[in-house]
């Protein structure tokens, strides 16, 4: 029989192992944060309005996984306020996720970017985002709103076909 001692290491070993053998999905939401775009990002050309901020809706596909991202660029050489009540991951049509993005500040010509939470998907099926963004500048009574699809992507596809 095991001592107790060696138990525990026994056990604190496995919890280890399991941690690092299954990392927990990529999930920033409700915060905005920065990012590395990569090839397994798949998204909108920004919409925008030129002088304040580009906003681009995102699919993020990596073999089974997927996410939801939006991206906002502040355009303007001051802060400005930034928020998304609405980011939403589908796949085959319907809604897997929606998270919102809370109210953050972006300085100027900075970029960020807010996460739904990654899901496995089968090969066969696809992926798909859509996103509602406000945006103004600070104070300002008004805000402006974008909202935009990503483009449409198949799991485990590597490469766009042209």
């Known amino acids: 029989m095991r001592s107790t001692p060696s138990r525990l290491i026994v056990a604190l070993a496995s919890t280890t192992a399991a941690i ?3 990392p ?3 999930q920033a939401a409700p915060g905005w944060q920065s990012y590395t775009y990569t090839s397994k990002w798949h998204c ?5 309005d030129t002088s304040i901020a ?7 596909v990596n073999g089974q996984a997927t996410q939801a991202v939006v991206t906002v660029t502040n355009k303007r050489s001051s802060t ?11 796949s085959v049509g319907q809604p897997l996720s929606t998270v919102s993005c809370n109210f953050s500040y972006l300085t100027a010509n900075q970029t960020t970017a807010c996460f739904g939470p990654t899901f496995q998907r089968t ?3 696809n992926a798909q985002s859509w996103a509602k963004v406000n945006y103004s500048l600070p104070d300002a009574a008004i805000w402006k ?3 935009g699809w990503s483009p449409t992507w198949n799991m485990c596809t590597v490469a766009r076909s042209r």
């Open 54 to 60: 580009a906003i681009s809706v995102c699919v993020v």
């Open 44 to 48: 909108s050309q920004a919409s925008s």
């Open 24 to 26: 927990a999905s990529a």
């Open 80 to 90: 400005i306020q930034i928020e998304a009540p609405t980011l939403t991951l589908y």
């Open 123 to 125: 090969c066969s099926q």
């Open 145 to 147: 709103v974008a909202s």
């Open 20 to 22: 690092l053998a299954f």
